[in-house]
């Protein structure tokens, strides 16, 4: 054998070694699991699902309007929203947004009961 295939062959084999080593290091380790109760037993609480689509929508049309309100008139401006849930996501959302737009904090999210569905624009946000 030549001084090269000799190199290539050590190569090759720590090549082979560091990637064997990585795949066994990314795998994920199990260990058994002893539970006395079985978890399938007991009934996990259920909260109401928010549907994705319609809480979009919802940012879009109340939230989108408040926060240009809020920037071209420099005045406090009131979403509102229909359950605690969606109130406390907005105000996640708008907490964000204040980094990037200041006039954000201008805009107050408050629960109300709707008295017709897919209440939009003037009528959902009050300046």
Known sequence: MTATSVRHQKLQAAMKHGLMSFIAAAKPH???????????????????????VALTVMAVNRLGL?????VTSGKVSTVAVP?????????????EMQKARSTDRLVDVIVTVEDRPGGRGRDAAQS
Do not use: C, G, M
């Open 30 to 52: 199990h260990r058994p699991h002893f539970r006395l109760v079985s978890t399938a037993a007991l009934p996990l609480p259920q909260e109401p699902r928010i549907d994705p």
């Open 66 to 70: 408040a926060t240009f309100r809020t």
């Open 83 to 95: 359950d605690a849930r969606t109130a406390e996501i907005f105000r996640a959302a708008l907490q």
